[in-house]
């Protein structure tokens, strides 16, 4: 398994999860990491973004609730999550894109499940 994401579960509304994906090395070390999520009936979108060198980009309806961050020593990235609202119910997957030559290629955890009950 490349990817192995954990943490998901359900909470209520203003409440906080942490999300972890833990990645083999040969992935977690060569780039950015990230967090998608997708909601019943909705494509997919991204949450949050994190380099290699630490810096972060956020969809802007979890700016100032959401954090991710990385553990190198872990191969692990982490979401933080607080001030949860319903909206944010969805399966949450981490990510991984890494280029072969010209071409992208796309790793992803298995999901978990983020439910926000009002």
């Known amino acids: 398994v490349q990817l192995q994401a954990s943490g998901g579960g359900l909470v209520q509304a203003g409440g906080s999860l942490r999300l972890s994906c833990a990645a083999s090395e040969s992935i977690f070390s060569t780039g950015a990491m990230g967090w998608y999520r997708q909601a019943p009936g909705k494509q997919r979108e991204l949450v949050a973004t994190?380099?290699?060198?630490?810096?972060?980009n956020y969809a802007d309806s979890v700016k100032g609730r959401f954090t991710i961050s990385r553990d190198n020593a872990k191969n692990t990235v982490y979401l933080q999550m607080n001030s949860l609202k319903p909206d944010d119910t969805a399966v949450y997957y981490c990510?991984?894109?890494?280029?072969?030559?010209?071409?992208?290629?796309?790793?992803w955890g298995q999901g978990t499940q983020v439910t926000v009950s009002s």
């Open positions: 990510n991984a894109r890494r280029m072969y030559g010209v071409r992208p290629y796309d790793y």
């Open positions: 994190i380099t290699s060198g630490g810096s972060t």
